[in-house]
């Protein structure tokens, strides 16, 4: 079974300041890993992904992750914070299961808030 | 190209009612998935469609919830009797492949259910 680990469920940051949001993740079977963002009263819309190709990986908005076999961590940064990056963000992890299909795992989500 | 659409956007209704959401996929997606996003935790896979087929319904209750996805289309998610523990946010997402580890889902903007 696979789980992802979101450490903290509030991060603040300041407007123009590096955003770090941490995942760690368990998989029995190497990992596909994913990044969402949730803005209010909408669906989530997908930042990027991890499918076993390069390590680095970079999204839309300015987004980036690296996918760290050896720290079990797949972290989510952006060097200059905007305003509106404001939202929740989760990190989810999938793998193949007996029967086919793609199951996502979700972690518990992490709000970020920007500050002017 | 047309997002995933649900409706309703809110529903409100008493503990032991009955209620009914609508998904309508991205056109030529073959696999639709229904999630429970209860208020502070990430989605959690409901029931997974492959075309009109279920791939994995694990998480389901099935002794009060129901899903159908008849024509590999649309899908309709019902809860008979509703409980106080079912208000959340159901989400429903589309993928266009066979449901691969890789798939990017795509979400609609949610259902947001309250039960009295």
């Known amino acids: 079974a696979q789980s992802v680990t979101q450490l903290g469920s509030h991060v603040s940051v300041s407007e123009g300041a590096l955003v770090l949001l941490r995942c760690n993740y368990s998989?029995?079977?190497?990992?596909?890993l994913f990044w969402y963002v949730q803005y209010p009263n909408q669906g989530l819309q997908l930042l990027l992904k991890?499918?076993?190709?390069?390590?680095l990986v970079k999204g839309i908005n300015g987004f980036e992750a690296e996918f760290k076999k050896s720290e079990t961590s797949f972290h989510l940064t952006k060097p200059s914070a905007h305003m509106s990056d404001a939202a929740e963000y989760f990190c989810?992890?999938?793998?193949?299961?007996?029967?086919?299909?793609?199951?996502?795992?979700f972690g518990t989500g992490t709000q970020l808030k920007v500050e002017l | 190209e047309a997002g995933v659409a649900q409706s309703p956007r809110y529903k409100i209704i008493e503990k032991r009612q009955s209620v009914a959401f609508w998904c309508n996929p991205i056109?030529?997606?073959?696999?639709l998935y229904w999630y429970q996003q209860i208020l502070g935790q990430g989605p959690k896979l409901l029931i997974q469609?492959?075309?009109?087929?279920?791939?994995?319904d694990s998480q389901l209750p099935k002794d009060r919830f129901s899903a159908e996805r008849l024509k590999g289309v649309d899908s309709t998610l019902k809860i008979q009797p509703a409980k106080l523990e079912d208000s959340a946010v159901y989400l429903c997402?589309?993928?266009?492949?066979?449901?691969?580890?890789?798939?990017?889902?795509?979400f609609g903007p949610g259902t947001r259910l309250t039960v009295l």
């Open positions: 469609f492959q075309n009109n087929g279920v791939v994995d």
């Open positions: 056109s030529g997606h073959a696999t």
């Open positions: 991890y499918t076993s190709a390069a390590t």
């Open positions: 998989s029995s079977v190497p990992p596909y």
């Open positions: 997402a589309s993928s266009s492949h066979s449901g691969s580890s890789t798939d990017t889902q795509y």
């Open positions: 989810a992890v999938s793998a193949p299961f007996t029967g086919g299909g793609n199951k996502l795992t």
